[in-house]
């Protein structure tokens, strides 16, 4: 199969392209990084002269970014141009992933997905949306974004974190399949909070310094501490444990 990932440079774009390529798929990669910015009034034509002749379309596209406007604006032109120029190729599958509890926990980046998510239903391409937990990496990003000169704080949450590496094989599962609309959630084994892993993954990397914990503010903070971004009853359950992962590290 020829398989195309926007946001094939990421975190999670890069171990696709791995397990893709390892299953013998012929893989197309569409970032800034290879020339095509999806947010640019060009980038449904750029990206339909890349995905020519692809079966399936992965989007694993990513912002950074704590506002609402900014987040609904990249998740729906980022969405919009990617079905527009599946349109245009002819693809018959667009894959999108997004995060369990998205449309129970209001924060900006989470209304950009809610709005890729309804992007995807309301478009001209069949889909298929797979929600996943956090990744295990969710602990290295919180320890690089929450850090406050040399203070890493660790926000209350519980989460039961998968591996990024699973979250990529199930995906191309899902890409050599038709297209299944939503599907179950995906997510790790075990329950965690995410203090203990900011704090595990901390001192597996050689961190010795103190990082307190804290509770977020708001209705988003609630929805962190409160269980609400848990996997639903029905998900489909990951092998690898947070513990396994850190192991993996050392
Ligand atoms: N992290 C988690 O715990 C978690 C959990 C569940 C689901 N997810 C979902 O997983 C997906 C991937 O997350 P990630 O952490 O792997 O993201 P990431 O590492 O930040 O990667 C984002 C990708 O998007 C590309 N990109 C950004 N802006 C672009 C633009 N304007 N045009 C084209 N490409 C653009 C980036 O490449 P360039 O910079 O080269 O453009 C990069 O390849 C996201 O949809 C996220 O919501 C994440």
Not at 53 to 59: E, S
Not at 96 to 112: E, F, H, K, N, Q
Not at 116 to 131: D, F, S
Not at 147 to 160: N, V
Request: aromatic share 6%; charged share 20%; proline share 5%.
């Amino acid at each position: 199969m020829r398989i195309a990932i926007a946001g094939g440079t990421g975190l999670l774009g890069g171990r696709l392209a791995h397990e893709a390529e390892g299953r013998g798929h012929e893989v197309r990669l569409l970032s800034r990084a290879t020339g095509i910015d999806l947010t640019r009034p060009d980038g449904a034509v750029s990206a339909a002269a890349q995905i020519e002749g692809c079966d399936a379309v992965i989007d694993v596209l990513s912002i950074g970014t704590q506002n609402d406007a900014a987040s609904i604006a990249f998740f729906e032109s980022t969405t919009r141009a990617l079905l527009a120029a599946e349109r245009r190729a002819g693809v018959g599958h667009h894959i999108a992933l997004s995060i369990v509890g998205v449309d129970r926990a209001p924060t900006a980046y989470y209304a950009g997905k809610v709005a890729q998510e309804r992007a995807v239903h309301e478009g001209p391409v069949p889909w298929t949306i797979l929600r996943a937990t956090q990744f295990h990496e969710f602990a290295a990003q919180m320890f690089t974004v929450a850090a406050r000169g040399r203070i890493h704080l660790a926000p209350r949450m519980r989460t039961q974190p998968i591996a990024a590496d699973e979250v990529a094989s199930h995906l191309v599962d899902l890409a050599e399949m038709p297209a299944c609309g939503r599907v179950p959630d995906l997510a790790g084994p075990h329950e965690e909070n995410l203090v203990d892993m900011i704090r595990r993954y901390a001192r597996a990397t050689g961190h010795r310094g103190w990082i307190p914990a804290v509770s977020l503010p708001g209705s988003f903070g609630r929805a962190m501490r409160d269980g609400r971004l848990l996997p639903s009853a029905g998900a489909t359950i990951g092998r690898q444990s947070f513990a396994e992962w850190i192991v993996s590290l050392e």
